[in-house]
């Protein structure tokens, strides 16, 4: 008897490969596409007051379609269970990576940089703020690529991004002093805080802020207490102290982030943040979706243009994966 009835016949469950709190997340394969995909299991009675961030990171994930965020294919709820199926980053954490170089050098960060910075600058477009960047939530696809993961925290507030939020959230280390001091706050300056936090990590291999007691890291956050070790450049220096500013109305907004020169210099190109999927739904992919489910291309398009997060939008999204790498545009069997 297959524990998860719900998947059978649709995904082919293989080995754990992350547990937390709330969810595991298991490996899988779609079995339409043969393609591989991340699937979040969580159950509502362990969730108990948590089931909220669960419907928020839904909502979320379904307006976020951003090459630099990890991608939401299909939504199952049972009476007992979430299954959130998502994007497979097979090279895991940015923070395993860090830990396993020690720390990186200025262009490698620059490159990880880079992409963080975009999918930050896409979800605040959106009107969103993720509220928890750190580099647990930052995983890598096959290619190095970063994708941004767990929007279980991310708040789109009802008034657009200038109304304040007042949750307190997000891993204290990684947290803004307005946050710690439990004023009132804009989501998209904790999240330029983080990114802050998150540069010095990248470079430094450690945390700019962090003590054994909560009180006492809580007091080096609010007063801005941190040092810059030997080894980092003026440049990186300067990015970081602009994004660490206690007064959140001093920090770099982020519009200007994506043209500091530290993240333009030998790259010269400005970074794009804009979502590289297309609007319009892709021809080669509805009419294979077409062909298998013996339905007319303008039938395919109309069910598809519904975004249900069903298998047939599972199955519409893991094909465009297959044309982004390369690979045929084909379902492994066709009735
Ligand atoms: C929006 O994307 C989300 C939201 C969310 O709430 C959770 C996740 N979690 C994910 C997604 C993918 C993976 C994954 O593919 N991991 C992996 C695959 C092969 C080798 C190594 C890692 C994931 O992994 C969790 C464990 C990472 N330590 C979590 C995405």
Known sequence: MSLYPEL????????????????????????????????????????????????????????????????????????????????????????DYIVSKDRLDESEAQIFF???????????????????????????????????????????????????LTTLCGSPAYAAPELISGKQYLGSEVDQWSMGVLLYALLCGFLPFDDESITQLYKKIKTGSYKFPEWLSDGSKELISQLLQIDPKKRIPIAELLKHPWLTKNVNVPIEWKS????????????????????????????????????????????????????????????
């Open 114 to 164: 880079r992409q963080i910075v975009a999918a930050v600058a896409y979800i605040h477009d959106c009107g969103f703020a993720h509220r928890d960047l750190k580099p647990e939530n930052l995983l890598l696809d096959e290619d190095q690529n970063i994708k941004l993961i767990d929007f279980g925290l991310c708040a789109k507030p009802k008034g657009g991004m200038e109304s304040l």
């Open 276 to 335: 590289k999927y297309k609007k319009s739904l892709d021809d080669d992919c509805i009419t294979e979706l077409a062909v298998h489910y013996g339905k007319t291309r303008s039938q395919m398009e109309e069910e598809i243009l519904q975004w249900k997060y069903d298998y047939q939008t599972a199955t519409y999204f893991l094909l465009l994966e297959k044309k982004m790498k390369g690979k045929p545009v084909r379902l492994l069997c066709r009735h």
């Open 8 to 95: 059978k016949g649709f995904y082919h469950l293989r080995e754990t490969i992350g547990s937390g709190g709330f969810a595991k997340v298991k490996l899988a394969y779609h079995a339409l596409s043969g393609e591989k995909v991340a699937i979040k299991i969580m159950d509502k009675k362990t969730l108990g007051a948590e089931l909220p961030r669960v419907t928020t990171e839904i909502a979320a994930m379904k307006e976020l379609c951003h090459q630099h965020i990890c991608k939401l294919f299909q939504v199952i709820e049972t009476e007992t269970k979430f299954f959130l199926v998502l994007e497979y980053c097979p090279e895991g954490e940015l923070f």
